[in-house]
């Protein structure tokens, strides 16, 4: 996953450049060019994230709780074309989709999974399902856009959208291929040192696979058939990298797991670096790393990260914008831990700050249950003084009470 998309849909367009789609983008643009959609969420350019990151936003509202504001979820089923298919943004959604827009599977995905946890979109998702399995690939796989080659990232979102729509991964197949098919294709082996357990984005030209975190927090969680939102998975021993293993998902799982948490041991993050310059945190990435760890059920490996990014991710989340803030959201998610204190920081709110307020959530609401508890017990307990107040007056003694009456208020 990872808040990038800008990148993707170039390098979808163009050639694939080894990093994963869609790809990060680590400064978003400061002046949009097309102004910013009432209803979606950020304040960067929309062309290329659009559907993305309100997918995000609106899952990991759904996630703590949140009701989306009304305008919110319909800017992002406007979004949907006929066919059943999204784009990464429509301008001009009063205009039909046309063979010059490019659709892609990974806003597709991310809407399917986005919608079918708010409910009651279930015709959009349908749709948007048929229309993803109209374009699997005959290894199992889907790429980024219709007849792209597989790679681990768009294979794995779909996946996720299909469990999210109450399919089985297992019997969703092309040409007798499934998702699990294309990913094993896509994994290292384990006796290859440092690399083994890891998943390729996509093989080189010469079929070569190369190591990529990204693709390889995807991978976990694309064989085990799972989104973006999930819970630890049954804690085991810490994972190992095993070939023989390697023929059923949990154990593919378990490969690219033993691969995280080994890249994670020193450091806490992840890294990423490019060309000429130095490595530098790549927080996104650790996120997805906590995600498929907690999933795969190595939450002890997870802790770590975890524990991170609470301490440094702040100011990658608040330049990011709201993608970062699910990203984090589904990461503290995965390891039971409450995003609303998160480092020092209430997650949730920072994300619904960026776009239309929500209609309500479930710290208002028990914010709410306080006031008419605190209602309560200032009424009950004026009753009670005032009528020993009168018991007294009637007995003639003329004393003077100091009556206090003190409020709870819960601390959110």
Known sequence: MNIRRSAA??????????????????????????????????????????????????????????????????????????????????ADTAKACDAKLMVDTNSTAAAVQALAALGGHQSATEKAVSW???????????????????????????????????????????????SYDALLKLSIKCDIDPDGGAFAYQPDKKGALAANADATAAGVLGVLGKGF????????APPTCDSATAGTPSGLARNGAAHLAAAVLDAGYLKSALPGAEDQPDYG????????????????????????????????????????????????HAMGADPRHFGGADLVAQLDAT????????????QAADADADKKDDSDAGFGVWWIVGVFLVAGIGIGFLISVRGRKRQP
Do not use: H
């Open 9 to 90: 849909a170039l390098a979808a367009a163009t050639v694939v450049l080894g990093a994963a789609v869609p790809a990060v983008a680590a400064t978003p643009s400061p002046t949009p060019s097309v102004a910013i959609p009432d209803g979606l969420y950020g304040t960067t350019d929309p062309t290329y994230d659009g559907v993305w990151r309100q997918s995000l936003a609106l899952l990991a509202q759904r996630t703590t709780g949140v009701t989306p504001a009304d305008r919110a979820v319909a800017w992002l089923t406007g979004q949907q074309c006929a066919s059943g298919a999204f784009a990464a943004f429509r």
């Open 132 to 178: 993803l399995k109209s374009v699997q690939n005959a290894d199992g796989g889907w790429g980024y856009t219709p007849g792209g080659a597989s790679d681990a990232n768009s294979t794995s979102v779909v996946a996720g959208a299909m469990t999210a729509a109450g399919e089985k991964t297992s019997e969703v197949r092309k040409g007798g291929k499934s």
């Open 229 to 236: 939102v999930t819970t630890a998975g049954k804690t085991s």
């Open 285 to 332: 990435n650790t996120a997805d790393a906590v995600v498929a760890l907690a999933a795969q059920g190595a939450t002890e490996q997870a802790r770590k990260p975890l524990a991170w990014l609470e301490q440094n991710s702040a100011a990658w989340a608040k330049q990011s914008g709201p993608a970062a803030y699910a990203q984090l959201i589904f990461a503290a």
């Open 355 to 366: 776009g239309p307020t929500p209609q309500a959530t479930a710290k208002a609401t028990d």
